[in-house]
């Protein structure tokens, strides 16, 4: 034992110790926090950087894209529509168009059974569309709207493609023929010009659909596969495939970190996403990490025997003061000598000794100014305070109790709570408060009569718990939320009427439809579902503008509800989209014969600024069929009817089978 090295036990060694620990322990901290910030900034800095170049790449592709939607809406808008029945003219008005061409791979023309027409470029030969293409060339030709196909491998090429479709329309926006284009994903002047912009050296940008199948990959094996259907998950791209947009940090499927952007195309929605491994990105911050820690280590121990130095100056006080009373105890000096004057730590005791007293003294001061201001907020407070000891006996009560109800609130203090609120309330609350006097907060709502008027208040019990967990009474908070359940009610109301139409909305409906149904199926008398649309009512919008498409919205909705039964319900869905409930219909016949005089009234000359302009409905019907069929399948199959009724020609109506 004796050769054990043994450490000083002097306050002034073990003080340096803690302060070189300290200094030590703060430096390397500070120094972690630093770079942790640095790498973060750093972090952002590329991962916004990043996404300014993809947002970049992605305005470029939605350019490109755009810009050959136009093409192909020029063209169809120039296409005149007696020439689906002469392949020579089609010929002639494509040749005549070399920048259209130029920037397709193939050009086809479909007429309006979906029987290709006309082609032009490579795969000019190709095969008569079968049965489930045709159908699908039929849909989007009656709809009247240009769609892009999703990606497909090319019979011709062999390549990822997609498809371009713009209907011709003839002077009655009826679709006459289809143009298409397809383009070819791997062409140069397309996607590969966006790809080439990777960020750093084993970054790379990659391209895929709303449904994560790949358009374009640094490997091309990968082209047109679904990004899922390998193992394992990247939570990044699940989030983009959600619709995330923005950069992130997220290990692959292989555990690689990477910095992760993304951007949604705003024509297609395609997403187009960039990586860029963190191994490379942070490759410099590293290296500097590990001199940083180094470096912060060796201050550290610099500034730890710099301190000690200071201790040692800064404690000199405490020493003379250690050897003032080893002279006292040996008889060298008298205790006088510990009452001199002196600016130091002696001085400094006698001092915080006065300071202490008189601290107390003020603190007994503040508590009482504390409790008198307290009192004053309590009283003043909309809110009625109340304090129950272990027995349920009130033992304070503020003033809010003699503003609601006009009695003085001294006056029940030490009596029990059922005579200060009445038996009745107190059966009430009774089974809120033994919760509270369980330890648990509860709360409860009472009607009570303030002011000659019925209010609700809602009452909230808090135990007051010891250390221990012991509950040493309750606080009883009580509020007026009479006003609060008045506004809730309004809101409620408000949420269920169409705000431009003053008609019921789609919330109100679904309610509406449930309980027609129930009374259906009770009363055993039939029930049916009307859905409308307004035939044409995107054009009025375009030409007219959306305020006078909501005069129309408007009108349409007055006439829907002056041409209804009493026992009927009207309601707006979205747009120009309506709902008829008509309860107790004796039968088809019936249904016709309401069908009928809604389409007569909607008929009659709409007003659309300031000009008299006629308005159509197109009206999809159905039956309730019974118990089996729910109030979902009703509006489906009146949905159906209604799309029926538009492809028969509008401004009519179909019944469902």
Request: charged share 20%; with cysteine.
């Given at each position: 034992?004796?050769?054990l090295?043994?450490?000083?036990?002097?306050?002034?060694?073990r003080m340096?110790?803690?302060?070189?620990?300290?200094?030590l322990?703060a430096?390397?901290?500070?120094?972690w926090?630093?770079?942790?910030?640095?790498?973060?900034?750093?972090?952002s800095?590329?991962?916004?950087?990043q996404?300014?170049?993809?947002s970049?790449?992605a305005?470029q592709?939605?350019?490109?894209?755009?810009?050959?939607?136009?093409?192909?809406?020029?063209l169809?808008?120039?296409?005149?529509?007696?020439?689906?029945d002469?392949?020579?003219?089609l010929?002639?008005f494509?040749d005549?168009?070399?920048?259209?061409?130029?920037?397709?791979l193939t050009?086809?023309?479909?007429n309006?059974?979906?029987m290709?027409?006309h082609?032009y470029?490579q795969?000019?030969?190709?095969?008569?569309?079968?049965?489930?293409v045709?159908?699908?060339?039929?849909?989007?030709?009656?709809?009247?709207?240009?769609?892009?196909?999703?990606?497909?491998?090319?019979?011709?090429?062999?390549?990822?493609?997609?498809?371009?479709?713009?209907?011709?329309?003839?002077?009655a926006?009826?679709g006459?023929?289809l143009l298409?284009g397809s383009?070819?994903?791997?062409s140069?002047?397309?996607?590969?010009q966006?790809a080439?912009?990777?960020?750093?050296k084993?970054g790379?940008i990659?391209i895929?659909?709303r449904?994560?199948?790949?358009?374009?990959h640094?490997?091309?094996g990968?082209l047109?596969e679904?990004i899922?259907?390998?193992?394992?998950?990247?939570r990044?791209?699940?989030?983009?495939?959600q619709g995330f947009?923005?950069w992130?940090?997220?290990?692959n499927?292989?555990?690689?970190?990477?910095?992760?952007?993304?951007r949604?195309?705003a024509?297609?929605?395609w997403i187009?996403?960039?990586?860029?491994?963190?191994?490379?990105?942070?490759?410099p911050?590293?290296?500097?990490?590990r001199?940083?820690?180094?470096?912060?280590?060796?201050?550290?121990v610099?500034a730890g025997?710099?301190?000690?130095?200071?201790?040692?100056i800064?404690?000199?006080p405490?020493?003379?003061?250690?050897?003032?009373?080893?002279?006292?105890r040996?008889?060298k000096?008298?205790?006088?000598?510990?009452q001199?004057r002196?600016?130091d730590e002696?001085?400094?005791?006698?001092?915080a000794?006065?300071?202490?007293?008189?601290e107390?003294v003020a603190?007994?001061?503040?508590i009482?100014?504390?409790?008198k201001?307290?009192?004053?907020?309590?009283?003043?407070l909309?809110?009625?305070?109340?304090?129950?000891?272990?027995?349920?006996r009130i033992?304070?009560?503020?003033a809010?109790?003699?503003?609601?109800?006009g009695?003085?609130?001294?006056t029940?203090i030490?009596?029990?709570?059922r005579?200060?609120?009445g038996?009745?309330?107190?059966?009430?609350a009774?089974?809120h408060?033994d919760?509270?006097?369980?330890?648990?907060?509860?709360?409860?709502?009472?009607?009570?009569?303030?002011?000659?008027?019925l209010?609700?208040?809602e009452?909230?019990f808090?135990?007051?718990?010891?250390?221990?967990?012991?509950?040493l009474?309750?606080?009883?908070?009580t509020?007026?939320?009479?006003r609060?359940?008045?506004?809730e009610?309004?809101l409620?109301?408000l949420?269920?009427v169409?705000t431009?139409t003053?008609i019921a909305?789609?919330?109100?409906f679904?309610?509406?439809?449930?309980?027609?149904?129930?009374r259906?199926?009770?009363?055993?008398?039939?029930?049916?579902?009307?859905?409308?649309?307004?035939?044409?009512f995107?054009?009025?919008?375009?030409s007219?503008?959306?305020?006078a498409?909501?005069?129309?919205?408007?009108e349409?909705?007055?006439?829907?509800?002056g041409s209804?039964?009493?026992?009927d319900?009207v309601a707006r869905?979205a747009?120009?989209e309506?709902?008829?409930?008509?309860?107790?219909?004796?039968?088809?016949d019936?249904?016709r014969r309401?069908a009928?005089?809604?389409?007569?009234?909607?008929?009659?000359?709409f007003?659309?600024?300031?000009?008299?302009?006629?308005?159509?409905?197109?009206?999809?019907?159905?039956?309730?069929?019974?118990?089996?069929?729910?109030p979902a399948?009703?509006?489906?199959r009146?949905d159906?009817?209604?799309?029926?009724?538009?492809?028969a020609?509008?401004?009519?109506?179909?019944?469902?089978?």
């Open positions: 034992m004796s050769n090295v043994t450490f000083p036990r002097s306050l002034q060694f340096t110790c803690v302060v070189v620990m300290l200094v322990i430096t390397m901290i500070v120094t926090l630093a770079l942790v910030l640095a790498e973060r900034d750093m972090r800095v590329i991962g916004n950087q996404y300014a170049l993809l970049s790449s305005a592709l939605d350019a490109q894209i755009t810009f050959r939607k136009t093409l192909l809406a020029s169809a808008d120039t296409l005149p529509a007696q020439a689906a002469a392949p020579a003219a010929k002639a494509v005549s168009h070399p920048v259209v061409r130029n920037e397709f050009l086809f023309i479909f309006r059974q979906g290709l027409v082609t470029g795969g000019s030969t190709m095969p008569v569309p079968n049965a489930q045709l159908a699908d060339l039929r849909r989007i030709l009656a709809e009247g709207k240009p769609v892009v196909s999703p990606p497909y491998r090319s019979t011709v090429t062999g390549r990822p493609s997609i498809t371009m479709l713009h209907p011709v329309l003839d002077s926006g009826h006459v023929m298409g383009i070819d994903l791997t140069s002047s397309f996607l590969q966006v080439a912009q990777k960020p750093g084993t790379f990659f895929m659909t449904n994560g199948v790949l358009l374009h640094p490997d091309a990968r047109l679904n899922n259907d390998r193992p394992g998950q990247n990044a791209t699940q989030m983009a495939l947009e923005g992130t940090v997220a290990a499927k292989d555990g690689s970190e990477g910095i992760y952007s993304y949604h195309l024509t297609t929605g187009i996403g960039a990586r860029f491994p963190v191994d490379e990105a942070f490759a911050m590293i290296a500097m990490r001199h940083a820690l180094v470096g912060a280590a060796a201050f550290a610099l025997l710099a301190a000690w130095l200071l201790i040692r800064l404690l000199r405490l020493d003379r003061l250690h050897r003032s009373i080893g002279d006292i040996s008889g000096a008298d205790i006088d000598v510990l001199r002196r600016r002696i001085g400094a005791l006698g001092r000794f006065h300071e202490l007293i008189a107390r603190a007994q001061r503040h009482a100014d504390s409790e201001r307290l009192k004053l907020l309590t009283d003043n909309p809110v009625l305070i109340s304090y129950l000891d272990l027995e349920r033992q304070f009560l503020n809010t109790f003699r503003n609601w109800f009695t003085d609130p001294h029940l030490g009596h029990h709570l005579q200060g609120i038996a009745q309330h107190y059966h009430t009774e089974p408060l919760k509270a006097y369980h330890g648990q907060a509860a709360t409860c709502e009472l009607k009570a009569t303030i002011d000659d008027c209010h609700t208040l009452t909230t808090l135990p007051d718990l010891a250390p221990d967990g012991r509950v009474g309750v606080y009883s908070l509020h007026d939320t009479t609060m359940k008045e506004i009610e309004r409620k109301q949420a269920r169409d431009l003053g909305n789609r919330l109100m679904e309610e509406i439809l449930q309980l027609a149904v129930v259906a199926r009770r009363s055993r008398k039939p029930l049916a579902l009307a859905y409308l649309d307004i035939d044409y995107k054009v009025i919008n375009d007219e503008g959306h305020g498409g909501d005069e129309v919205l408007k349409f909705a007055a006439r829907l509800a209804v039964r009493a026992s319900s869905l747009g120009d309506f709902v008829i409930v008509f309860e107790q219909v004796a039968g088809p019936e249904l309401l009928v005089k809604i389409i007569e009234a909607i008929r009659r000359p007003t659309v600024a300031g000009v008299p302009r006629r308005i159509t409905t197109s009206v999809g019907l159905a039956l309730h069929e019974g118990d089996h069929e729910t399948d009703l509006v489906a009146a159906s009817a209604l799309y029926a009724a538009k492809r020609g509008r401004d009519g109506y179909k019944i469902a089978d």
